[in-house]
Each structure stands twice: as C-alpha cells, then as structure tokens.
C-alpha cells in the first residue's frame, strides 16, 4: 500500500475549517419552531437521518433562535423542499430586522402549513415533512451544536413516494430532488443511477 498522496493534490490545513476549499454534497432542509407567540423557519444543510431508524438531526448554534425555540418546546420540524422552491428556501434565511418579529417580517410572507402533532410550520408544497421531538442536544463542536429528533410523524408527497413497482430513475427524473453544493451553490438531481453493490451485501 502506497504512503504518499499523488502529486496533484494539495493538503488542506486542519487548523482552519477544510469545508470551504473544496465541494461537497449535502441535503437543503427547513427547519420550523414556534418561536414565543410567533414561528420562526430556518434552512440547514448540516442535516441528516441519525441511524437507520426515525431519528433525524442537524447542527445549529446557540446563537441562533432555533437552537433555543427547540430547547424550550422540544420539538421541530423539518420540511423537505423541491428544486423550483430554492428561493422560498433562500427567503427563510433572510437576517432578521431590529423591532420586527421573524414571524411578522418573514415566516408571515412564505407559503406554510401546521404541522399535524406540534405548534410549528412547514413548507407548503415541500416533498417530505418531519415532526420530530426533541431526543437531545449535544453541544462543543467548536461553537455549534448537533440537536438530534426523533420523528414522531411524517409525511411524503405521493409522488415521492418509494413504490418496489416503479422505475426509480423515471420517478426522480419527473420528480428532481433539491441538493445544497456546499458553499453557496445548489442542483436538481434528475439523473441517477443504481449503486453496484457487492454481492450478497447486507445493511
């Protein structure tokens, strides 16, 4: 086994954050909280099925008002939007203004519904919905912190609905998914393909 990297690559310094020299892809979800008497809606690309079972995290900062709405109602939700909605996504990340309640200058002026178990908002028109609980918070990474839910409901548009009968390269390409080229970019994944698995593999 060789020890060397091969002459076109560059070593990135561990002492400044890699995330920003290179591409990678990520998911692009909405996360909604009540927020005091108003909600407050918040896009994450940090954001991640936790294990293979119902449980769904992503990372956020204390600094912001969804860390601490989640910390005190325990709960949030997750909406899953489709490409054609990127700017609604981009609209929920618009900087608060001095003496107006997010709810008021923002959440207000975006197409949303209530979540069917909890006080909070999603996305209307968003593929997939996650009403999660609280599971816990995990602070120390640097100044962020991981908030992991375990869904408690959840809700997919029936054309991005899974079914062993259909051909899965035809549905994403009549129903694109939304990902998030981090930092600063986006795309629609229409083409896919399947993944050679070795044989006899299992989970």
Known sequence: MGTQLQENYVSLSPHNPIWDRVFTIAPLVIIGTKEESGFDLAPKHMATPLSFGNYFGFVCTPKHHTYHNVKKTGE??????????????????????????????????????????????????????????????IDGFDENSLIAGKIKAAHVHKDYLRISENDEQEQLKKHPLLAYIANGRFAEIRETYNFPFPKDFKR
Do not use: N, W
């Open 76 to 137: 949030f939700t997750v909406s899953f939007p489709r490409p054609e909605q990127i700017v609604i996504t981009s609209l929920s990340a618009t900087p608060r203004k001095k003496g107006i309640t997010k709810s008021d200058g923002i959440v207000g002026a975006l197409a949303t519904i209530q979540a069917k178990t909890m006080d909070a908002p999603v996305i209307k028109d968003a593929y997939l919905y996650l009403e999660c609980e609280l599971f816990k918070i």
